[in-house]
Structures are given as structure tokens and as C-alpha cells.
């Protein structure tokens, strides 16, 4: 069966300091990646989505950036932290549609979370 | 640019009522529709999820529907438990023609509470 897993679970971080969260899926193969956050009274964004690896789309400008350096592995990181990246960052990945038309029509898993709070 | 919007925001019922949650979604070239349950600093849990060919979707004391023209889908409660308190989050998918991914918009939420 498939699993996701995502850590840190919790991290309190000073303003300007760096950020790394990861995220892995196991039992699946080339999976459809994506990095939500989740921000009180703002509902889930999504911030980062890849189709494989080293291809990475982002939906909002912003200071965080997304790499994929393994078919299921995805990682969200940020040089230097702002106060308003303070949030609950949520990792999920879907299995992709190949052929035509191009959407998948199968259920997204999240991972578990992880809270972030900028201090 | 797709939006969801999902009322009520907040809801407390007693145990034992039968309950409507709704949402409603501005474009309707959707994929599909999902529910969502996501309990308090957790991860989000997959309800149902409806075809954008489909009416409506059961499990055990879920049923959601889905009118697609009129950008509406409802997540009917039976019964309800202490057991069901937490947020429902609705979710589209959009239709896309080419290549990319199958992102999804989600609604803020309803958060239930369901009082003992």
C-alpha cells in the first residue's frame, strides 16, 4: 500500500532563518507531488506542484521554493523566513493520468502535516 | 480563477440530527469533487470523491451530491456522532486539455462540532 510521510511534524524557526521540509511516498511510482499551506481563516493553497522529477510548478509567488530530486521525494525550502510564512504546510501526492486528456480523476493523499510558526 | 466556498462555516448539532454541509464552486468545468475530513492539526482524510459525470456518492452514513451546472455539491451527515466533529473541507478539480498537474481548489471549511 502506499504511504506518505512528511517531517519535521512541528518547527518553531526565528525570522531569516533557513527552512527545510521533506516529504517522501513510498509504494508508488511517479506520483504527482504538491505542497499546500494551510494559514488560519485562508483555507488549503497550493503552492508547488511536480509531475516528475526536477519539474516543478508554483502557483504563488513567494519567498519558499520546491525541489525534486527523487521520483518521490519532495522537499520545500526557503533561503530566509518571513513572519507571514508562518502556517500548516500539507505534502500530498496523486497517482497521473497518462494519455489523453491529461487529469488523473483519482483521490489526492495528504501527508500528516507540518506546523510551522516564524518568531 | 476557480473559488470555492463552503457554508456554513462553523457548525454544532446535537448527537443524533441529520446534517447538510454545502459548497459551491464558481466554474463548472470541473473533473471531479471531493470531501474531505481534516481533524484538529492533522492531515486531510479523503470522504468521498464524485465524478463530475456523477450525481452522488455513498459510504456508510455519507452521501454527497454534485450539480455540476449549477456549481453546488452537498455532503449529507446521517445520524451524527461526537465521533464525526472536525472540519469538511470541498475540493474541485479542474478540467485541464494538456499536460500538468491535477491540482485542486479547496473551500475554507466547515467546522462541526457535534455536542454529546
Known amino acids: 500500500s502506499q504511504t506518505i510521510h512528511q517531517w519535521p511534524a512541528t518547527l518553531v524557526q526565528p525570522v531569516g532563518s533557513p527552512l527545510s521540509l521533506e516529504c517522501t511516498v513510498e509504494?508508488?511510482?511517479?506520483?504527482?507531488l504538491y505542497w499546500y499551506r494551510q494559514a488560519a481563516g485562508r483555507g488549503l493553497q497550493l503552492l508547488f506542484y511536480?509531475?516528475?522529477?526536477?519539474?516543478i510548478s508554483s502557483e504563488v509567488p513567494q519567498n519558499l521554493s520546491a525541489s525534486r530530486p527523487q521520483d518521490r521525494q519532495f522537499i520545500l525550502s526557503s533561503k530566509k523566513l518571513l513572519l507571514s510564512d508562518s502556517g500548516f504546510y500539507l505534502c500530498?501526492?496523486?497517482?497521473?493520468?497518462?494519455?489523453?486528456?491529461?487529469?488523473?480523476?483519482?483521490?489526492?493523499?495528504f501527508g500528516e502535516g507540518s506546523w510551522l510558526t516564524v518568531v | 480563477k476557480q473559488e470555492v466556498t463552503q457554508i456554513p462555516a462553523a457548525l454544532s448539532v446535537p448527537e443524533g440530527e441529520n446534517l447538510v454541509l454545502n459548497c459551491s464552486f464558481t466554474?463548472?468545468?470541473?473533473?471531479?469533487l471531493q470531501w474531505f475530513r481534516q481533524d484538529p492539526g492533522k492531515g486531510l482524510t479523503s470522504l468521498l470523491l464524485i465524478q463530475s459525470s456523477q450525481r452522488e456518492q455513498t459510504s456508510g452514513r455519507l452521501n454527497a451530491s454534485l450539480d455540476k451546472s449549477s456549481g453546488r455539491s452537498t455532503l449529507y451527515i446521517a445520524a451524527s456522532q461526537p465521533g464525526d466533529s472536525a472540519t469538511y473541507l470541498c475540493a474541485v478539480r479542474p478540467e485541464y486539455s494538456g499536460g500538468g498537474a491535477d491540482g485542486l481548489t479547496f473551500g475554507k471549511g466547515t467546522h462541526l462540532i457535534i455536542q454529546p
Open positions: 511536480s509531475v516528475g522529477i526536477g519539474q
Open positions: 500530498a501526492w496523486s497517482v497521473p493520468f497518462r494519455g489523453f486528456p491529461i487529469f488523473s480523476g483519482n483521490t489526492i493523499y
Open positions: 466554474d463548472s468545468a470541473i473533473y471531479n
Open positions: 509504494g508508488t511510482s511517479n506520483p504527482n
